[in-house]
């Protein structure tokens, strides 16, 4: 079992930047596709950014293009998302998630594993 932990929320003006870190254990983020989702309150849960194992391939929800991106350290096992130019709609708990199979998905239930969750909060 991967057993995934966030951090790095918090409460930031717009405009500002954050970067969240996956720390993960049980399991390796170098062989897994990770996620990272959103879910604001009242909203369902939506993919933000994914990229597959090799890290070749990323997928950007289009609201995130050009401000959000994703990487990995291997020799730390931790997946990170440097959100930047925040706005306020992008205020939402933001879950970690990875997934055992071969090809990014954008769905929920295309993953395996999921993180506690860290609030975001961007201000006006």
């Known amino acids: 079992q991967m057993q995934l932990v966030e951090s790095g929320g918090g409460l930031v003006q717009t405009g500002g930047s954050l970067r969240l870190s996956c720390a993960a254990s049980?399991?390796?983020?170098?062989?897994?596709?990770m996620a990272w989702f959103r879910q604001a309150p009242g909203k369902e849960r939506e993919v933000v950014i994914a990229t597959n194992r090799s890290g070749r391939s990323t997928y950007y929800a289009d609201s995130v293009k050009g401000r959000f991106t994703i990487s990995r350290d291997s020799t730390k096992n931790t997946v990170y998302l440097q959100m930047n130019n925040l706005k306020p709609e992008d205020t939402a708990v933001y879950y970690c998630a990875a997934s055992t199979g071969m090809t990014i998905g954008t769905s929920s239930e295309a993953y395996d594993y999921w993180g506690q969750g860290t609030q975001v909060t961007v201000s006006s």
């Open positions: 049980g399991g390796s983020v170098s062989n897994s596709v």
